[in-house]
């Protein structure tokens, strides 16, 4: 009889360690204010990532390959607003990812601008991209904390 309890144990363990795990593979985190919060930080993600390794093609200066760079921006505006449409909830964590993709979109702006002048790159873009990543981790620690 006791093996039979033992079993019976374990089989309850190994169900509530399943139930939990499938909850953290589904992003399951805090669904308040409408949205899931998994939706909305890997978009952003994708995004900050996409920007800090294709601007280096363009941060040496002039001459620029103007067509590399209009597929390259329009390349960003895409993740940009596929960002924005991942993150329409209300919670806290959607709106410092919204903040992160408009600090993000002014920099595809202005670098746009650089590129069409033919001029040096914005001497605070590295501080800008910075409080962008900056923006994006906290959109994603706050959806971790399911907020």
């Known amino acids: 009889m006791g093996k039979l309890i033992q079993l019976v144990i374990i089989l309850a363990l190994l ?4 139930k939990w795990w499938q909850g953290h593979q589904t ?3 805090a669904t308040a204010g409408g949205g899931a919060t998994d939706l909305c930080t890997p978009y952003v993600r994708s995004a900050t990532t996409a920007w800090s390794s294709g601007i280096r093609n363009f941060s040496a ?4 390959e103007t067509a590399a760079w209009d597929s390259f921006r329009s390349d960003m505006e895409n993740r940009i607003r596929e960002a924005d449409s991942h993150c329409s909830c209300s919670l ?4 410092k990812a919204k903040e992160a993709m408009s ?3 002014d920099m595809v ?7 069409r002048n033919n001029s040096a790159p914005p001497s ?4 800008r991209q910075e409080s962008v990543d900056n923006l994006a981790d ?10």
């Open 15 to 18: 169900f509530f360690a399943w």
């Open 27 to 29: 992003g399951s985190p």
């Open 61 to 64: 200066g002039p001459p620029y």
């Open 92 to 95: 806290e964590s959607c709106a």
């Open 103 to 105: 600090g993000l979109r």
């Open 109 to 115: 702006t202005s670098v746009d601008g650089m590129i």
């Open 124 to 127: 605070d873009l590295v501080q």
């Open 138 to 147: 906290q959109a994603r620690e706050l959806a971790g904390q399911g907020k």
